[in-house]
């Protein structure tokens, strides 16, 4: 497997940035090293996978020799990162981003010595899908002026790196070289054959660098037989990206340490959407595990519609419209014709087929295998799905937007489809792959779809037989009622077939079907709080010992159960739990305001796949709730 495990321990969740383009999302580590990239789509073949195995399974490495990092942040308002590097001698700093505005798919990484010297070395190993295809790299003339770059190719893929030359890592001069200049011409001596036939190789190389002096690296996917784009100009690159990035988010405004935070939780959720396509991915990584050295390693890199459609409430309720009219876009693509057909998620485009396979070959993410890439969860029916996107959907309407005719037919239909399956078991929002039950989460959400329906009809005039949905609504409620609430200890259950509880049930008040501080509510919320939160105050979703999933192992809590707890106390009149456990919650994300799926409060680090758009957009729903309880009160 190329590098020896031991001598290549995974790096700490809480040490990458987010990059975005709106198309993909590499992750970024503290000491330089881009472990993840997928080109050109989030749910593409990665071209950098150590973050799934180590170095040799692809990873582009940019550091200060003897240097150590003082400092990181995002530019503000942006996703440009920039890192600040000490040595002995000098200072640097690295520039990294992805810029936005033109067709290309490119990753720029620009460094600047800011005082004394600095050397900075590289260490690029490309590695194209997933580290099953090494490719043939060769040096190519870029601008006939005599300017070259490095062409790797693999497939149907290629990238291309454009700056300073680096060499195959087995004929790497080690005596130092003087000026830019000459490491630019550096040895070999610059003859195309040193690249011929550099299938295996490492791309290496240290320039030495003085106060005021900078250098640039791009590098450009494109498909293989494509000639060669042209790369972009750096600094023109990075101006067109700051400006995209605070233009969209000057809306926001940031008064304190939380507003802070929430502006990062939006912006991450922009980052997560496919700009051309207006796919929401649920996460920018695969196979990042639930439990550290476990098997519940799932790939999110697709757009589900319960996600998807929670994101666009978030972003609506702070009046971006916009993204929110170009997911219905994509809604409309996807589910197309007959709803009978509809899928819980989609890849980003809208394309069906997500088969799930496993990547023997990779080590997985703290030794935790199977590396699985798809996800046949696609296949599973959950009863919720159709809920949350009517919810969306009237969300967008009430915020003034029109429906057309395309979209309020995609939504009967939607309801025709609820409406056959009324009768159906399903596997609910945590996906189970244990047999099919009727969770009380989904059976409301199901409520949840027709009254929106009737209200469609009732409040904005809309056509429909706003009759039988109102029929079908009040069935469900008397049902989940009668079966889905436990007299005896006050509170909802995760099934009608069990008394256990689950987190999702906080969700219940979110649609409408019951009020916060309904007295069946506060039952089930203080069986959530004894069952469900550990010693730390943080929430599971259920109790796994009881085997209704289907899996083995454990999970650790998922953050979005908690920032729902911190909703529930804000909306309910309990204003200092929601704000001591906010508190708590916000610790739990990095340095650069991300969070992952989940989090193991024993040893203080992120779990899951990362970054979240679930425990992004569940931040910024207990955020705004706590918010709102404040002008309340």
Known sequence: MGDDLAEHPSTPLEDYALLSDLRTGPLVARDGSVDWLCFPRFDSPSVFAALLGVPEDGRWQIAA????????????????????????????????????????????RRVE???????????LRIRFDYNRAKPWTRRVDLDGAGACGLLSVAGPNALLL?????????????????????????????????????VSSRLTGVFPLSAGDS?????????????????????????????????????????????????????????????????????????????????????????????????IQTLITHEFTDGALHWRNWLL???????????????????????????GHLAGYERSRPVRIGNEAAEQYQADVVGEVMLALAALRDAGVPEDEYSWGLQKNLLRFCAENIERTGHGIWEMRGPGQYFVHGRAMMWAAFDQGVRAVEEHGLDGPAQHWGRLRDRLRDEILDRGFDRASGSFTQTYATTEVDASLLQLPHTGFLAYDDPRMLGTVARIEAELRDEHGLLRRYRTETGLDGLPGDEYPFLICSFWLVEQYARSGRVGDATALLDRLSACSTDLGLYAEEYDPVSGRLAGNFPQAFSHLGFVRAADALARAGRER
């Open 65 to 108: 020799v003897d240097g150590e990092v003082a400092r990181r942040r995002y530019l503000p308002r942006t996703f440009v990162l920039e890192t600040t590097w000490r040595t002995p001698a000098g200072t640097a700093v690295v520039t990294d981003f992805m810029p936005l505005g033109d067709r290309q798919s490119d990753l720029v």
């Open 113 to 123: 010595c800011t005082s004394g010297t600095v050397e900075i070395e590289h260490d």
């Open 162 to 198: 454009a700056g300073p030359l680096l060499h195959p890592h087995e004929q790497q001069r080690q005596e130092p070289q003087e000026g830019m200049e000459q490491r630019h011409e550096a040895s070999p001596e610059g003859h195309p054959d040193d690249y011929q036939g550099a």
């Open 215 to 311: 250098a640039d690296w791009v590098l450009t996917w494109h498909e293989s037989h494509e000639y060669p784009p042209t790369p972009v100009d750096p600094a023109e690159a990075l101006e067109r990206t700051v400006e995209f990035w605070t233009r969209w988010s000057a809306q926001i405004r940031v008064r304190d340490r939380h507003d802070e935070q929430v502006l990062r939780s939006l912006m991450v959720l922009r980052g997560l959407t496919h700009r051309d396509t207006g796919g929401i991915v649920a996460a920018a990584t695969t196979s990042l595990p639930e439990d550290f050295g476990g098997e519940r390693n799932w790939d999110y890199r697709y757009t589900w519609l319960r996600d998807a459609a929670l994101t």
């Open 333 to 359: 693509r996807a589910v197309a014709g007959d709803p009978d057909d509809l899928q819980i998620m989609y890849g980003v485009a809208g394309e069906r087929q997500l088969p799930e396979r496993v990547l």
